[in-house]
């Protein structure tokens, strides 16, 4: 089981995090039951090095989130766990 957190503080909302939150449209059915999805304040984001949305994958933070990014690192650590 992975833990994801996404960031849904405001500015990380408001530059995709939005997207990030629907994640059933993102992540394969395969997956879904082996990923607990949290929505949670600010991940670490700092005004001046910012790089929204964030989105921390069991202990890996992604900066500049994408939805491609996220299900690569869930499989990366689910890897040998899952039958694809």
């Given at each position: ?28 059915s ?13 991940l ?11 989105v921390?994958?069991?202990n ?25």
């Amino acid at each position: 089981m992975v833990t994801v957190k996404v960031c849904v503080g405001t500015y990380c909302y408001l530059q995709g995090g939005q997207q990030l939150a629907q994640w059933r449209n993102y992540v394969p059915s395969h997956l879904q039951d082996k990923v607990t999805f949290l929505g949670s304040a600010c991940l670490g984001c700092k005004e001046d090095t910012a790089k929204p949305p964030y989105v921390k994958v069991g202990n890996v933070v992604i900066e500049r989130a994408t939805a491609e990014k996220v299900v690569e690192e869930i499989e990366k650590q689910l890897e040998g766990d899952i039958e694809l």
